[in-house]
Structures are given as structure tokens and as C-alpha cells.
């Protein structure tokens, strides 16, 4: 009997501590039921799309080139998809200003459709060859980041209102850090499945986990509550007010927001001249097979989890301006030290520090996005932002492409260094933080 007892109350220990962890820590308790319960879904819900994000980001790119895709064609695809966003970001915001029904749109967008394409990809060796079956691959990738992009300002706007502004950073930082966990464990454990499979069968397989991931995120997507924050009044707002002259007057009324688009389109444009090409030369010249590409995602993914834990809370502490300023002088460093590198081997602890520094800058740049974001119009804002984004990511990923046909990919990766330095210096100068994270921030000091 008494071990009975001690079963239910290590078994009630466990689920009070998984409890916590769900819902950003005991903070949580102050909060009403439904917060807490909206909380521990919206925690499921990212654990289990980043195992299935994880598998599309570090494997795709070998895909494609295990169906006998060029550098210029892996370009394309993420140029392509990058680009979608620019078609798609407005719409999925007019829907939500329009609708207030964020979270059907998010569950139809990511929660259907893009999981259907992802579905598709795992079968496309089995009915095309050759360049239809890139073609076809970059198509279904191109439709599943569309999707995405089209939830994004729900997405984002409904996030705003589930996480409470007070404890934004530890309960992202708690929720990356189990994000980077399932990561992490996904990546090495698809790689080695690759690796003993073989092309392109095992990346089929890899693809069929990604989708089985994604369901299991969109079902716990689904219990989430979503508040009234997006009523008919707030709607009216954006009735007819999506032309391209309102969408330029939202940007010339809040100089900072645009000057802070304008920094984000240069940083990322600088980032996505290298981001799809790492993976390519750890193949192409450091001879890393997939299981080793999985291994190096895979050191990322642990140096971010302490860093998910100490960032969260400096980012309550400081404010994410200043966070971001601090990781966002450290990252243009890391494409430069690939210079160095002359074994696959050596990748590992520039993506250490990669790893380590990028889990900061991703919680600071999220909450800094809300916090400058008026709750009104928070769907709009973040449309324009993406927009800017990704219209420069497709720029620079082609770029990118290009580039590395005529020159090197070590070329691509020292122009996209210099690019990260001057997007930093252009943030430290001239962007400012919001008068409620100021004030916010201040007082808690």
C-alpha cells in the first residue's frame, strides 16, 4: 500500500514539475485557469513542431541534393520560398483584422494545408525523377512556407495575448529550451535513420516523421482558448484600409518601426546570402554525411538549451533591445570562422556558439517585434515586418546562389559576415525601443 502511495505522489511531483515547465515556472499559479491551460498547449504545441521543423530545416537541402539538385536550384527554393511571404503576409493579415478568427486561420494554413504539402514531399521519389522531382520538391516547399507565412499575424497576434507581457522571456525561454530538446533528439536520431537507409528512402521516411510531428502540434494548437482581444470593433480599423498607400502612411506614422523593418531586411538579407549553403559545403567540401550534418545540428541544439534559461530571464531584466544588441555584434562573427575550418569536425564549435548566441537574439527579436507592435494593429505590423523579411531573404538566398556558381561558397559566407556587421551597427544607432518596454523595463530595474 505504502508503495502505492509513493508511486501517486512521485507520479503527482512529476506532473506538478512538467506543469511548471509547460507554463513558463510557479509564476504561472497567478494567473486564471484558462491562462495556465493555454500556456501548457501553446508549450506542447511548439515541443512537437520543432521536432518536425527540425527534420524539414537539416535534411531538405540534402534532399534535394540527393535528387540531383544544384547549388543554383537549392537558391531558388529558398528564394522562392522567402518570396511567397511577400504575397501572403498581408492577406493573412487583412483575414485576421477582418475575421478576428486567428485561430481557424492558423490551424487551416499551418495546421492543414501545410502539413498535406509536407505529407507530399515524402512521396515525390516514388512518381518523378530527376528535374521534375526537384521542380516538384521546391513547389511543395514553396507552398509550405506560403502557408506558414499566411498564419503568421494570426499567429502572432494570438501569441501576444496568451503569454503575459510580465514573464514573456522566461516562459519563451523555458518553452525553446524543451524546443530545443525535441530538436535536438529528432535531428540525431533522423540522421542516423538517413545514414542507415540511404538516399533518397531515408529522407522519405525522415519526411513521414515530420508530418507525424506536425499533427500532434496541431492538435494541441487546436485546445488552445482564443481570447476576444480581435473583436468587430478593432476590425473595422482594417475594412478598407489595406491599400498600398495605407500600408506605406502605417510605416512613414511610426518612424522607429520603419527604420527597425529596415534593419531586419538587411540583417536577414545578409544572413539568408549564406544560411542555405552551409549544409552544401559541409557535404560538397568537408565530405560530412547526413548523419554528420544531423550531428552538427545537433551541438546547436544543445548549446541553446542553457542559453534558452539564461536569456529568458535577462531578457525580463533587461529588455530585448538590449538583447538583441548584445548577441546581434556576436553572430556576424560566425560566417567568417568558417574560413577556418578544413574538417567537418570543425564546424562543431563554431555552431556551439552559433547555437549558444542565436537562442538569445530569437527571444530578444520576438518580444522586441510585440512590444513595438500596438495591440490593435499587431497583425498588420508584423505582416509588415515579415514582408520586409522575407522579400529580403528571397533576395538574398538567390543571391547567394548565384554568387556561389561564379565565385565560392567561402565568398557568399564572408559577404554575408560584412552584411551582419553593418545590419548590428545600423540597430545599435538609430532603433528604439517602445515607450512601454522603456518604462517597463526601467521601473523593474
Same mark, same amino acid.
Given at each position: 500500500m505504502k508503495t502505492i502511495d509513493s508511486i501517486r505522489r512521485l507520479n503527482a511531483r512529476l506532473g506538478m514539475s512538467v506543469s511548471w515547465l509547460a507554463t513558463g515556472g510557479k509564476w504561472a499559479i497567478e494567473?486564471?485557469?484558462?491562462?495556465?491551460?493555454?500556456?501548457?498547449?501553446?508549450?506542447?504545441? *511548439?515541443v512537437s513542431a520543432s521536432a518536425s521543423d527540425s527534420i524539414v530545416t537539416t535534411y531538405i537541402t540534402l534532399y534535394l541534393l540527393a535528387l540531383g539538385a544544384s547549388s543554383a536550384s537549392i537558391g531558388l527554393m529558398a528564394s522562392l520560398a522567402s518570396l511567397s !511571404?511577400?504575397?501572403? #503576409?498581408?492577406? *493573412?493579415?487583412?483575414?485576421?483584422? /477582418?475575421?478576428?478568427?486567428?485561430?481557424?486561420?492558423?490551424?487551416?494554413?499551418?495546421?492543414?494545408?501545410? /502539413?498535406?504539402?509536407?505529407?507530399?514531399?515524402?512521396?515525390?521519389?516514388?512518381?518523378l525523377s530527376g528535374n521534375s522531382a526537384v521542380f !516538384?520538391?521546391?513547389a511543395l516547399k514553396v507552398v509550405m512556407d506560403g502557408m506558414g507565412n499566411l498564419g503568421i499575424p494570426a499567429w502572432t497576434s494570438m501569441i501576444a495575448d496568451i503569454v503575459p507581457l510580465s514573464r514573456r522571456g522566461r516562459f519563451f525561454g523555458n518553452r525553446n529550451m524543451a524546443?530545443?530538446?525535441? !530538436?535536438?533528439?529528432?535531428?540525431?536520431?533522423?540522421?542516423?535513420?538517413i545514414t542507415k537507409i540511404g538516399p533518397p528512402e531515408g529522407y522519405q521516411w525522415a519526411l513521414g516523421l515530420s508530418f507525424f510531428?506536425?499533427?500532434i502540434s496541431t492538435s494541441f494548437f487546436f485546445r488552445i482558448t482564443e481570447s476576444n482581444s480581435v473583436d468587430a470593433t478593432?476590425?473595422?480599423?482594417?475594412?478598407?484600409?489595406?491599400?498600398l498607400t495605407a500600408l506605406i502612411s502605417t510605416l512613414k506614422t511610426d518612424q522607429n518601426f520603419m527604420i527597425y523593418c529596415g534593419y531586419a531586411a538587411l540583417w536577414t538579407f545578409s544572413i539568408n546570402i549564406a544560411a542555405p549553403f552551409f549544409s552544401v559545403y559541409l557535404v560538397q567540401n568537408l565530405n560530412a554525411t547526413a548523419a554528420i550534418v544531423g550531428v552538427t545540428a545537433l551541438i546547436s541544439q544543445m548549446a541553446a538549451l542553457p542559453a534558452q534559461k539564461l536569456f529568458g530571464g #535577462? !531578457?525580463?531584466?533587461?529588455?530585448?533591445?538590449? #538583447?538583441?544588441?548584445?548577441?546581434?555584434f556576436i553572430i556576424p562573427i560566425l560566417p567568417f570562422l568558417w574560413s577556418l575550418t578544413r574538417e567537418y569536425w570543425h564546424v562543431y564549435p563554431i555552431n556551439a556558439i552559433g547555437g549558444f548566441i542565436w537562442a538569445g537574439y530569437g527571444i530578444g527579436s520576438f518580444n522586441f517585434l510585440l512590444s513595438i507592435s500596438p495591440s490593435e494593429q499587431r497583425a498588420r505590423y508584423t505582416a509588415l515586418y515579415q514582408i520586409a523579411v522575407a522579400g529580403s531573404a528571397a533576395i538574398g538566398a538567390a543571391l547567394g546562389g548565384v554568387v556561389s556558381n561564379f565565385t565560392s561558397l567561402m565568398t557568399v559566407f564572408i559577404l554575408s559576415g560584412i552584411g551582419r556587421i553593418i545590419a548590428a551597427a545600423i540597430f545599435f544607432k538609430f532603433v528604439h525601443p517602445s515607450s512601454e518596454e522603456e518604462s517597463f523595463f526601467r521601473y523593474a530595474r
Open positions: 494567473f486564471p485557469k484558462e491562462t495556465q491551460r493555454n500556456l501548457k498547449y501553446f508549450f506542447f504545441d *511548439g !511571404a511577400v504575397f501572403l #503576409l498581408i492577406p *493573412g493579415a487583412v483575414l485576421v483584422e /477582418r475575421t478576428g478568427k486567428r485561430k481557424e486561420i492558423v490551424l487551416i494554413s499551418s495546421g492543414i494545408i501545410r /502539413r498535406f504539402a509536407l505529407l507530399l514531399l515524402a512521396f515525390i521519389p516514388l512518381i !516538384a520538391v521546391i524546443m530545443g530538446i525535441a !530538436a535536438m533528439i529528432t535531428t540525431y536520431l533522423v540522421g542516423v535513420l510531428f506536425g499533427i478593432k476590425s473595422q480599423i482594417a475594412k478598407s484600409s489595406y491599400t #535577462l !531578457a525580463d531584466k533587461w529588455g530585448p533591445r538590449k #538583447l538583441m544588441m548584445v548577441t546581434g
